[in-house]
């Protein structure tokens, strides 16, 4: 794009570059586990030797990139993570085992070399070394705007994609339009696996209070019944009958609702950026779950509660949504459990005899769940090997490749009867639960996205503050965090220098 033609998105990066007002990892990191954001554009990098980059990171471990690998970068799912430690040993065992192995069987001439955030490598360091990555497996709904996009990492493969005949058609409808409505009126990257949203329950809660269990197809309704009735005192026991992530709940919302106002264009200035949370969609929706948060003594904690998380015993919540990463944890599978947590994982599992079905629908006979967690492929613009890369990202939405995915515990994002049948196969510590309500349903569609741009805004003011800490209803909770806090924030993070 030439600077005659700079988007405002692109004046305000460069702008804010040049007056020193955006700096690397700046943006709103809560935890070490998320990777960091930055505004940050990457640097030409001095070479260590002939066709090698070395990339310096905070663990001081040697880490460098040859010209002939093709580098893959992973980050904001959990598993990847596993295996490292903070003396820099790099996290390598859930790649190899569902992805790398496979991608090094197929294609023998390829030199794969792969990092994880952030053992021992983060975005920034990557960026100032100048090494881009060829392949990135990511978080399109938040991580697009938040990471790629400011570094310019991103670029519209929709072309790459057809002529590599990869048929997005056959692909999870969620997914796909999940990451449209984040590429600015094209299409970034390819989704890989969804991590599913489902609803956990403890088969001794239910048992030892003589209630039916909830079943696929469960209404809120239905379910809002069974927390009424297993929230409830035993001798000096307590327990909770139902946890659901309230800012998941609208962010990913079964409706479809996208909280942006559509306008004249894809990149519209930050100050005209428009927000839409209090018709009576979004009314409907939130007060739907604010009827969970109001059963005295349900008050919401965490979802981890289910195993255990902030109440003092463990096994002591009936209900939760979560995802299906943490089923594969809670299971005690070694994918998906730090090596120094097993023994903890292992005790606490003695309180939990699981059950999971279909996350509850919002009318009866409806089959909607959840938005997808997706997790997608994208290939930068600065890509040494973008051949490379495209041939891997076909072959990893292949249906060979989303078996194997699938059967490390994963959902697809081909659904097709081997895909099905094969989920959990790898991971034994699921044979003894039923997992046939992975693959029930269908994901919701974000719908009337064009013409917006996506900023990550507080929905968390929605439930957490203003419901939870303020005590307001449901209507006066939508109306400030629409007329109040959005536009605060946004006004907030350009002062910073930061576009999302």
Known sequence: MSEGNMSRRGLLRNGALIGGLAAFGGALQTSPADASSTSAIPRAAAQSAAGVVDIPNKYNVPFSVADDELFVFAANFKPFELGGNDNGREAHRYFDAVFGDAIRAKFPNIKLKYATWDYPIRYEDIAKAGRVPDLILEDPRLRIDRDLEPLGWTQDITSLVQGAGIDLTKLNVGSVEQIKSRSDGGLYGVPLW????????????????????????????????LAQKLTRQDGIHHYKGYMQHPDNYLAMNQLGLYPFVPGSSEQPAPEDVKVNLTNAEWKSVANNLYRFLMIPRNNFTTVDDFFKGDMSFPGHLAMAVNNLSKLNAYALSSYYIEEDDAAQFAEWAKSVKIGVTSMPVLSRGSNTIYQPDTRAAFIPPQSQHKDQALDVIKYLVSEEMQTRISSYGMKAVLKTDAVVNAFGTAIPELAAIDTSAVYWGENAVVKNYQNTEYWDIPLYKVFRQHVLKDGMDVDSSLLVTETQDIPDYIKAQVARGLTW
Do not use: Q
């Open 194 to 225: 969804i991590d599913e949203s489902l609803l956990f329950y403890n088969k001794l809660i239910f048992d030892k209070f003589g209630v039916k269990y909830p079943a696929v197809g469960s209404t809120y309704d239905d379910v809002y019944k």
